[in-house]
């Protein structure tokens, strides 16, 4: 028997042997995790939207996005309150 290192999902419980896949797991878990506190609203599946998203991000097949998600969540969290307001 030989010892390997491993890294683990914390999420999902499933072992990589890069970082980069343990990290995406985790990434992706987290998702699908607010995916599900969002309501479906017809045929349309959060937790599949977000894991779309997941996978697009990880992808960087188009790196701008973050960058414009990030800028967008960070006003929203500035600005949560009047944002929200009823």
């Known amino acids: ?7 683990k999902c914390e999420r999902t419980k499933q072992l990589f ?9 985790e990434f992706k878990a987290m998702m699908k995790s607010a995916g599900g506190k969002l309501g479906a609203m017809g045929s349309v599946n959060p937790v599949d939207i977000l894991e ?9 097949v ?3 996005f ?8 960070d ?12």
């Open 1 to 7: 028997m030989q010892t390997v290192e491993a890294y």
């Open 17 to 25: 042997e890069h970082p980069r896949d343990a990290a995406r797991c």
């Open 52 to 60: 779309w998203l997941a996978n697009n991000m990880t992808s960087n």
């Open 62 to 64: 188009h790196p701008t």
């Open 66 to 73: 973050q960058d414009a998600l990030f800028e967008a969540l």
């Open 75 to 86: 006003y929203f969290k500035a600005n949560r309150e009047t944002i929200t307001q009823r």
